[in-house]
Each structure stands twice: as C-alpha cells, then as structure tokens.
C-alpha cells in the first residue's frame, strides 16, 4: 500500500483508505461480524486512514472501529470522524460551541480515545463557512486536547475554497470521481499551494463504477441508493454522484471499453483518482472483506496513460458535465 503525505499534519496515510459509512447505515443491512471483517481486511492490506462520522448508524460505525483497534492493538491507524449532522434541525445557528463540544464528547467515547484524529464539518449549511467563530470553537478544542486536526467535508467546490481560508483548516474532504471532475480545475492546485490534505470520497459513484450494476439491480429500502436519488433525505450528490441511474449506466459502458485487461473496473475508477496529486487519500466503502480487498488492490494498478485519461475527460465533457458540472 502507497502512503502519502496528509497536508501539514505531518502524517502519511494510505492513498487507499477505509470510508465507514457502509458499516454504520444506508446501505441496507451490514452485519456486525461483515463490518469488522471488512475493517480488519482493510488493516491488513495496510490502510492507515479511515473516516467515519457520529451519525453512520448512530454512533454504530464509530464503535465498530474502536472495538477493532481495540483488538488489534499495536500501531494505529488515523482516524477521522465528523459533526453536525446531529443537529435537528440542522442550520448555521446549531453550529455553536456548546454543541460542537458535546459532539465531540461523544466521539471520544464512542472511539474509546482521549484525543480525536481528525474533526471535519459534516457538510454544514453554506452559512457556516462565513462564520469565522466556529473556526474558533475547532481551534478551542485543538487547544483543550479533545481534537489533533480539524478539517471540513463539503458539497461544493466553492465550499472547499472558502474553507480553506482559515489557517488551521488541514483538510478537505470532497466528491471526486469520473463523474466528478470539477475539483481538479481549481479547487486542488489551490489545495496543493496551502498544503492542505484532500480525501476523495464517492470515488466509485456509489458503486456504480464498480461495472456490476444494470437497470434491473434492486436496492434495499434502508439503503439511500433506494431512497435518496432526487436528495430526499441529503444532497442528492452523495447518491449515484448526482447523475441521473439511466445515463450513468450508459456512461459505464462506454468507460468499461478503456479499462485495462490487469484491472478491474473499480480498480481502474480509483487509480484514475490517483492519478491526481493532490489527493492525500481516497475512501471507498465496504461492506465486507473482500470489498475491502479489493480496494486496497486498486494501490498496485499502474499509472493510466495519457490517452486514457483524456478520453475520460472527453466522456465527462460530452455525457456527465450537464447533469452535475454546475450544480457542485
């Protein structure tokens, strides 16, 4: 497993993490003894970066993690979790110190730890972003010893660069996918210039860029890929990446003809991520072992060549641009 830097923490992580929201709920039934094999398989390929948040399962995914580190001992891996989304309902004002703290409170119990890795903003209300004392509240827990980092998990593009104003903002966490494709004409040369660490998460568009989905696949009704397609319950973004199921599938079929015969289609679609620079660490999900193997895999894929990747910019500009371009 590659490693590489995390902005200005003065940590290196595993350019293929673990994202812990398939563990935690929404993607139909995970049962416990599947999440943590799915962790420890993660761990063994050699992740060292896995994200979660206080709301996957209630607090579900954040104690499925501490009782496998628990049990594993030895070196930890970072682990980075999220608050906010708690709220109800959730608005600019919830975003206050007395909330923040006891979000992160119960973190720090449910991950069975003194001090938390990593505290992002759970894609908060657009208004936070222009509130320069919630920054302060994270520069207050940083100072109490509740926090490490602090970094931010946004919808938009322009969410990502206002973030990054603040000066302790380390992270930024962001949908980018072959669906995706915006962050890199700005958002990450700017990232690059402030040092600030980005994880790329939806890499495989809710697994539609896995290749094994069709018009016919069915959903469980737990699972947002049922109920969230038109932002019903979140941003419709997190679902499919925002494009329309009918028009990804057709989409896939043409990306499936430029995968190479050593890979996998998700493997391919997470080495296209890769190729980016500017990503610190990309976080698919997993429900399972061998998902979790075979991500970790995508890390041994060899480079894409130049060709390949400007025809996957050309589908982009021609088929998928429309629907999401200017909407995130």
Not at 84 to 109: C, D, I, W
Not at 231 to 252: C, M, Q, R, S, W
Request: hydrophobic share 40%; with cysteine.
């Amino acid at each position: 497993m590659k490693q590489r830097t995390f902005g200005r923490t003065g940590k290196t992580v595993s350019e293929i993490g673990f994202g812990a929201w398939a563990i935690g709920g929404a993607w139909g039934d995970v049962s416990k003894e599947d999440a943590k094999a799915a962790l420890h398989a993660s761990l063994d390929a050699g992740t060292t970066f896995i994200d979660t948040a206080d709301v996957y399962g209630d607090g579900r995914s954040e104690q499925l993690i501490s009782e496998v580190l628990k049990e594993r001992g030895g070196d930890q891996p970072y682990v980075a979790t999220k608050l906010g989304r708690r709220l109800s309902p959730h608005v600019a004002e919830g975003y206050n110190k007395q909330n923040m703290t006891a979000f992160v409170e119960r973190s720090l119990v449910n991950l069975q730890t003194d001090c938390l890795d990593l505290v992002q903003l759970h894609c908060p209300p657009p208004a936070v972003y222009y509130q320069q004392e919630v920054f302060g509240y994270l520069d207050d827990l940083v100072a109490a010893g509740k926090i490490r980092h602090y970094g931010v998990s946004v919808e938009k593009v322009e969410e990502a660069l206002k973030a990054i104003e603040y000066p302790n903002v380390q992270s930024v966490q962001i949908i980018y996918n072959i669906f995706r494709q915006r962050p890199a004409s700005l958002f990450f040369a700017e990232a690059k210039k402030r040092q600030v660490g980005v994880i790329a998460r939806v890499p495989l568009a809710s697994g539609l860029l896995t290749g094994k989905m069709n018009a016919s696949t069915a959903f469980a009704a737990d699972d947002h890929r049922a109920f969230n397609r038109h932002g019903e319950a979140f941003d419709k973004g997190e679902t499919f990446a925002g494009v329309p199921y009918d028009v990804a599938l057709e989409v896939v079929e043409e990306i499936r003809k430029l995968v190479p015969a050593n890979a996998t289609m998700a493997e391919f679609a997470l080495r296209w991520i890769l190729m980016e620079d500017a990503v610190s660490t990309v976080i698919p999900g997993a429900r399972n072992a061998a998902q979790a193997q075979a991500n970790a895999r995508a890390s041994a894929v060899p480079a894409l060549p130049a060709d390949t990747m400007e025809a996957l910019r050309e589908i982009y500009r021609n088929r998928i641009a429309q629907y999401v371009h200017h909407s995130w």
